[in-house]
């Protein structure tokens, strides 16, 4: 599986960010890499999306998004669902409140 997330910001922006797994994780905006946090490790780790939010000029984006996002699950890619709790725990620690859904 691979993951979208939209996060809500002011007067309509939102900001929609890929997290697939090419060989590794890729953090993807568009069809721009802004992440690749380890590449030697193909699944997404606990604090990855701290890292995207401490790291990037995304992660300014995503602080100042309204707290209710919206987290998609694609039902194709490498991604697993080991990978899901992990991301959906993080962005509970980031203050989000995701809902999934899965397409």
């Given at each position: ?95 989000f409140k995701p809902k999934i859904q899965h397409i």
């Amino acid at each position: 599986m691979k993951f979208t997330l939209v996060f809500s910001g002011e007067e309509g922006f939102d900001c929609s960010i890929g997290c697939v797994f090419a060989s590794s994780l890729v953090w993807k905006l568009g069809k721009r890499t802004i992440l690749s946090p380890h590449p030697k490790q193909p699944l997404y780790r606990r604090r990855d999306l701290h890292y995207l939010i401490e790291k990037t000029e995304v992660g300014q984006i995503i602080r100042s998004s309204k707290k209710n996002m919206c987290l998609v699950v694609h039902s194709f890619g490498h991604g697993s669902d080991a990978c899901l709790i992990k991301l959906e725990n993080d962005l509970i620690d980031c203050g989000f409140k995701p809902k999934i859904q899965h397409i």
